[in-house]
């Protein structure tokens, strides 16, 4: 499903030159679970925001089900971003004004689905994270792992082939964190949706079929 070949990644400031990716190199399968571990500023988030098509590499290859990503203009990477990957962060990224319906009807909004079918969509999904009592809550009228389960919903709203999770359980405390992550495990193994996860945490990390780790901008395992 994805390949990276040689992916290299650098920021440039008016003095100098800082290499965050020195040649990646790693696959992903479809319906696989990925969990990329390191000490902060080894490369991760960046690796993981160049997969959602949020930064752009500098050098090497990346392909996602046989697409040149770095063929793609910017309207197509916005559409492939709409249609193929969601993602989950670990400070949640809700929209404060709307309800929990609301944030996840949103993404499904900009891909111009019909109006009753993304408010039935958005119901189920939060039915299925165990939100379906919560549909008319605020974001600040939910507990931290209520409103991470609502970003898992909105994650899916647009049936994902890629889910990005950087650090989802950061923001949690132990207990609701391992629901978090047992609730991914689910979506991995029910629905087949592939996820690649950013985290520092080896029990999180348990929950995935594979751990790469990075160090200074490379893959060491």
């Given at each position: 499903m994805i390949e990276m070949s040689n992916l290299c990644k650098s920021y440039m400031t008016k003095y100098n030159q800082t290499d965050v990716l020195k040649?990646?190199?790693?696959?992903?399968?479809?319906?696989?679970f990925l969990s990329i571990m390191g000490s902060s500023g080894c490369g991760k988030s960046t690796l993981l925001n160049i997969l959602g098509c949020m930064d752009k590499f500098d050098s090497g290859t990346y392909t996602f089900d046989g697409n040149n990503?770095?063929?793609l203009n910017a309207k197509d990477i916005a559409v492939f971003r709409n249609e193929n990957?969601?993602?989950?962060?670990?400070?949640?990224?809700?929209?404060q004004k709307f309800t929990a319906l609301e944030n996840v009807e949103f993404p499904m909004g900009v891909a111009k689905n019909d109006?009753?079918?993304?408010r039935h969509r958005a119901k189920t999904l939060l039915e299925n994270v165990g939100l379906g009592d919560k549909l008319k809550n605020k974001p600040y009228e939910l507990?931290?792992?209520q409103q991470q389960r609502v970003a898992i919903?909105?994650?899916?709203?647009n049936n994902p082939k890629l889910i990005l999770a950087d650090e989802p359980t950061g923001n949690l405390d132990e207990a609701?964190?391992?629901?978090?992550?047992?609730?991914?495990?689910?979506?991995?193994?029910?629905n087949g949706v592939t996820i690649i996860m950013v985290t520092h945490?080896?029990?999180?990390?348990?929950?995935?079929?594979?751990?790469?780790?990075?160090?200074?901008?490379?893959?060491i395992l």
């Open positions: 040649g990646i190199n790693f696959s992903v399968a479809k319906g696989e990503m770095q063929m990957v969601g993602f989950i962060f670990q400070g949640f990224h809700l929209i109006k009753e079918h993304t507990s931290g792992g919903a909105r994650a899916l709203a609701s964190g391992m629901q978090i992550m047992s609730l991914l495990k689910q979506l991995n193994v029910e945490d080896e029990k999180c990390a348990n929950y995935s079929d594979r751990i790469i780790k990075m160090k200074n901008g490379k893959i």
